[in-house]
């Protein structure tokens, strides 16, 4: 794959969930660290996304953003932990 198709599919990866991640990338993409790394690095030298001031990840800006609902699992597993008792 080439550098362009990598970084074409990092930003279709990220799109889906409004964010992007060096172990978010590792993950979806089966790419080591440092090449999730220098991707993440160029998404936000293109303006692609932003880093939050105390976050882990880096939020993919409103203008490339096509934000789809979170996964169902993430959403079910956030609910089960809100609720308290049985």
């Given at each position: ?26 993950r979806n993409m089966r ?56």
């Amino acid at each position: 794959m080439t550098e362009d198709e990598l970084i074409e599919q990092a930003k279709k990866v990220s799109r889906r969930v409004g964010y992007v991640s060096v172990s978010y990338l590792q993950r979806n993409m089966r790419i080591g660290y440092t090449r999730a790394a220098s991707l993440v690095d160029k998404l936000v030298a293109e303006g692609f996304c932003e880093k939050e001031p105390t976050a882990w990840r880096y939020d993919v800006t409103a203008e490339q953003c096509v934000h789809t609902d979170p996964p169902s699992a993430l959403v079910s597993a956030a609910d089960s932990t809100n609720t308290a008792g049985g």
